[in-house]
C-alpha cells in the first residue's frame, strides 16, 4: 500500500491529453513540493517534474504538474506512443521522515 | 553530467548481507545527497535512505534496524547495506542523486539522476 494515491491506468488516443492525479495527506504533499518520473519499460525512473511545476532542461513543455492543497497532478500533451510508461509522483513526508512516491500509473496510448 | 553506476552481487543468500555500490562519474559527491531506493519486480519505487557528502544518512523507518550507507572519502563511491535479507529484499536497486532541502515551510525533495538500476535477488 503506498503512501500516495495513483489511479492503476489511464489511457488516452494520440495527438490527446491526458492528466494523472496523486494524492494523499498534509504530512506529505499537502505541505511540501511534489514531483513526477517516468519509467520506460526495462529502464531506470527519470525525472519529468519537480518542486510541483519545475521542469529539467531537456523536458518537453508538453509535460506540466500542479498541485492543490493534499492532490497533485501531471498532465501531458500531444500524447505519442513514446509517452507508453508508468509515472509516478513523489515526496517528502514530514511525519514518517522519508521520502514517498506513488503506486505507479500505466500510461497507454491507444 | 553526473552520472551513476551500481555494482554489486546479483545473487544474495537468505540471512546474509546485500551489499552493493554506487559510483559516481562526471562529478563528485561533495555538497549532495546521495540515495538508493529499491523496486520489487512488478510494484512500485521504495526509498531506502541517503547519505550527505559529509556523512550524515537518514533512512526509511521500516528498514532503518537493517541498512547503513556509506560514502567514500574519494569522494567518488557511495555504498549500500543491508543485513538479513529475506526474499522480500528481492529488487532492482537503484542509486540517485537526491535533491532535498527546506525552504518557506516545505521541503523539496527529488531524485536525478539514476543509474541504470541492479537486480538483486535472494534465494539459497
Known amino acids: 500500500q503506498s503512501v500516495l494515491t495513483q489511479p492503476p491506468s489511464v489511457s488516452a488516443a494520440p495527438g490527446q491529453k491526458v492528466t494523472i492525479s496523486c494524492s494523499a495527506s498534509?504530512?506529505?504533499?499537502?505541505?511540501?513540493?511534489v514531483s513526477w518520473y517516468q519509467q520506460l519499460s526495462g529502464t531506470a525512473p527519470k525525472l519529468l517534474i519537480y518542486d510541483n511545476n519545475k521542469r529539467p532542461s531537456g523536458i518537453p513543455d508538453r509535460f506540466s504538474g500542479s498541485k492543490s492543497g493534499t492532490s497533485a497532478t501531471l498532465g501531458i500533451t500531444g500524447l505519442q506512443t513514446g509517452d507508453e510508461a508508468v509515472y509516478y509522483c513523489g515526496t517528502w513526508d514530514t511525519s514518517r521522515l522519508n521520502a514517498v512516491f506513488g503506486g505507479g500509473t500505466k500510461l497507454t496510448v491507444l | 553530467q553526473v552520472q551513476l553506476q551500481e555494482s554489486g552481487p546479483g545473487l544474495v543468500k537468505p540471512s546474509e548481507t546485500l551489499s552493493l555500490t554506487c559510483t559516481v562519474s562526471?562529478?563528485?559527491?561533495?555538497?549532495?545527497?546521495w540515495s538508493w531506493i529499491r523496486q520489487p519486480p512488478g510494484k512500485g519505487l521504495e526509498w531506502i535512505g541517503y547519505?550527505?557528502?559529509?556523512?550524515?544518512?537518514a533512512y526509511n523507518p521500516s528498514l532503518e534496524s537493517r541498512v547503513g550507507i556509506s560514502i567514500d572519502t574519494s569522494k567518488t563511491h557511495f555504498s549500500l547495506r543491508l543485513s538479513s535479507v529475506t526474499a522480500a529484499d528481492t529488487a532492482v536497486y537503484y542509486c540517485?542523486?537526491?535533491?532535498?532541502?527546506?525552504?518557506?515551510?516545505?521541503?523539496?525533495?527529488?531524485?536525478?539522476?539514476w543509474g541504470q538500476g541492479t537486480l538483486v535477488t535472494v534465494s539459497s
Open positions: 540517485a542523486r537526491q535533491m532535498y532541502s527546506y525552504d518557506s515551510g516545505a521541503y523539496s525533495n527529488w531524485f536525478d539522476p
Open positions: 562526471g562529478g563528485s559527491t561533495s555538497y549532495a545527497y
Open positions: 498534509s504530512s506529505n504533499i499537502g505541505n511540501n513540493y
Open positions: 547519505i550527505y557528502h559529509s556523512g550524515s544518512t
